[in-house]
């Protein structure tokens, strides 16, 4: 049977924090919560709490739509946003 231990050294990339968004290192994190037999690595111990409280929420992807004015500048904002999300990603605001 597989320890967490042995887990964590097995794990040699990055995961996302399902919080914040943050790349994580289970190697150098004892931050973690198993949720229906899956374990998740967090960043710092409120986002692991924030996750205990209500795991389903950070769980389900979350699809955020904008309403854009209409028009040009309407048109500017939603071409720079999509530029921005292609350089920077589109995940949530780290917590840090």
Same mark, same amino acid.
């Given at each position: ?7 964590? +050294? ?11 968004? *943050? ?10 919560? +198993? ?20 795991? &389903?929420?950070?769980? @389900? ?10 028009? @040009?500048?309407? @048109?500017?904002?939603?071409? *720079?946003?999509?530029? +921005? &999300? ?11």
């Amino acid at each position: 049977m597989a320890t967490l231990a042995n887990m964590t +050294n097995a794990i040699t990339t990055p995961i996302i924090d399902a919080v914040c968004g *943050m790349r994580v290192e289970p190697g150098k994190t004892r931050v973690v919560s +198993n949720h229906q037999g899956h374990t998740y690595w967090f960043c710092s111990e409120a986002c692991r709490e924030a996750f205990d409280k209500k795991p &389903e929420k950070y769980l @389900r992807p979350k699809k955020v739509r904008h309403k854009w004015p209409a028009g @040009r500048w309407g @048109r500017y904002l939603e071409r *720079m946003a999509k530029a +921005n &999300e292609e350089l920077f990603g589109g995940g949530p605001p780290s917590c840090h």
